[in-house]
């Protein structure tokens, strides 16, 4: 889940928009754009890249767009279509009217495109998100929240949205369900986002929409609503720290931003993908029938570092649940040797990029060999997300920090996923299914708890901090992730020697170190 800005007031709204995606950068993208109500309409312009390549892009913006004091702004995380500068957001309905930002997934999107599709609509992305635009045409009777509220009820999901209307001039809709929005109360101005790193230069006063609130914005007031439209009171609070402090969303480095995101990364993983029901798991992007999975031999899990440590508890559990031969191949050794390998066997690319050189190797190798081969991405659209065709989605959101978190705890979710769905086909009794579904579901609150513990856990790293060396031991499932222990302390130590930013080595000057362990 991406960054979301807002702005509605007497100055024109361009600027602030620019500044906000900028405070929200540290949150990690791939794509960013802006919608301004002008008096010609919507004026949208969107650009695949960095911030920096959206404000080159707006130079040549012409003066009603420059002028226009009321826009919405995003920087996404790709979740469904590849980051490209059609899926960049805002998204618009067919007669360009409405405009929506979004973070989060519209879970029903293919059921709701379907339907408008029938109709003779054209679609202009790959997104779930705009399907939003033309659900709000469909809706749009003259109120604009009444129109976002009814929307909100037909669509299953995570959404925080900000919505425009060429219609509605100088107000923009904002509604939140289980994504992040806060509303930043100016002077005759005010301004929205999805984090409140991006107002602080503005205005200390603001407030949270809670689940279900919607909330109108104009200049001169902020009213919140329910979804029926009938006005909440919401508190007002005074946010505090400074500018820099808050550049990594308050935490003291990206690792530790994630470490607490994990929660939400599980959610996301999980969300939508788990029918208790049935006691299985609903991988749609694996593409593979219950007569594919019982015609497999054996399932090859590949990767490097802590992907083949994620990997490791897939191979367990699908042996465990499944009954399912399976195989941990370093991707690295993968590629110089002359694996034996056929139509029968699955592989399995796990790489929270999508484009380590070494995976990507041997998911070319297995495709020219003529396995079946899915990707375990976390980038959409990624090479290997590509090249695999078929696979699953972490969900996960944009993983900063060289020494990953979220990512592999993640992964392993996805990997459970896969062990429930082959041991429903193959040997798991229903009831058996549906108790391990429900506790795959209960996994982030697990997290949570944890997390919670933050204090007690601080102290026994302070006890340890000191020390060179460390051995971390685990049998069974926690063999791997002893492995993963200690690979964490050995990319830290790195770090910590080299005098780099742990950011800076993902995307700079060592990010091969990635690759290597
Ligand atoms: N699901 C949406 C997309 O893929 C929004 C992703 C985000 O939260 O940035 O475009």
């Excluded at 229903?430 to 982030?444: I, V």
Aim: hydrophobic share 45%.
């Amino acid at each position: 889940m991406c960054g979301i800005v807002g702005y509605v007031g007497p100055r024109p709204a361009l600027p602030h928009l620019l500044q906000g995606l900028r405070r929200l950068e540290y949150r990690g993208y791939d794509s960013a754009g802006v919608a301004l109500v002008t008096g010609q309409g919507i004026w949208m312009c969107k650009q695949s890249g960095k911030v920096a390549a959206l404000a080159a892009a707006l130079e040549t913006a012409p003066a009603s767009a420059l002028a226009a004091s009321c826009g919405i702004a995003h920087t996404r995380w790709a979740t469904h279509g590849a980051p490209t500068q059609a899926n960049a957001h805002p998204h618009s309905d067919p007669s360009g009217r409405f405009a929506v930002v979004h973070n989060g997934i519209v879970e029903n999107y293919s059921v709701i495109r379907t339907h408008f599709q029938n109709q003779g609509h054209v679609f202009k992305s790959e997104t779930d998100t705009e399907v939003i635009a033309h659900l709000l045409a469909e809706c749009y009777q003259g109120d604009l929240a009444a129109a976002v509220g009814q929307v909100l009820r037909r669509i299953v999901g995570a959404c925080g949205i900000a919505v425009v209307c060429a219609d509605r001039p100088g107000e923009i809709i904002v509604a939140r369900r289980g994504s992040p929005i806060v509303i930043g109360l100016g002077t005759g101005e005010n301004f929205v986002a999805s984090d409140s790193t991006a107002l602080i230069a503005h205005t200390r006063e603001v407030i949270y929409l809670d689940d279900n609130d919607l909330a109108v914005l104009t200049a001169s007031g902020v009213e919140v609503r329910s979804l029926d439209n009938t006005p909440v009171v919401r508190t007002t609070t005074e946010i505090t720290g400074e500018i820099g402090a808050t550049e990594k969303g308050g935490y003291e480095h990206f690792m530790l931003k994630e470490i607490f995101e994990q929660p939400e990364a599980l959610r996301n993983t999980l969300r939508g993908r788990l029918d208790l029901d049935l006691g299985t798991a609903t991988l749609a992007g694996l593409n593979l029938t219950p007569r594919d999975i019982a015609a497999l031999r054996r399932v090859l899990l590949v990767g490097c570092g802590t992907s083949r440590h994620a990997g490791l508890v897939g191979e367990y559990a699908l042996e465990d649940f499944a009954d399912m031969p399976a195989e941990v191949e370093q991707a690295a050794e993968f590629r110089y040797r002359n694996p034996i390998i056929n139509s029968q066997d699955l592989l399995l690319a796990i790489s929270q990029s999508g484009e380590t050189a070494d995976t990507l190797a041997a998911v070319r190798e297995a495709i020219q060999k003529g396995a079946i081969v899915a990707g375990l991405c976390n980038v959409v659209g990624s090479t290997i997300a590509r090249e695999a065709g078929r696979g699953i989605y972490l969900h996960a959101g944009p993983e900063i920090s060289v020494a990953s978190t979220k990512a592999f705890t993640s992964q392993v979710a996805a990997l459970l996923m896969v062990a429930l769905k082959f041991a429903r086909g193959r040997r798991l009794p229903r009831e058996e299914g549906m108790q391990l579904a429900l506790e795959l579901r209960g996994l982030p609150d697990l997290v949570e708890a944890v997390l919670e513990q933050n204090d007690a856990i601080s102290l026994v790293a302070e006890r340890y901090a000191a020390h060179d060396r460390a051995f971390f031991i685990g049998r069974g499932y926690l063999f791997p992730v002893a492995l993963e222990g200690a690979l964490k302390l050995k990319e830290i130590s790195y770090v910590h020697a080299e005098g780099y930013h742990a950011a800076e080595l993902k995307h700079g000057p060592i990010a091969m170190l990635d690759e290597r362990m």
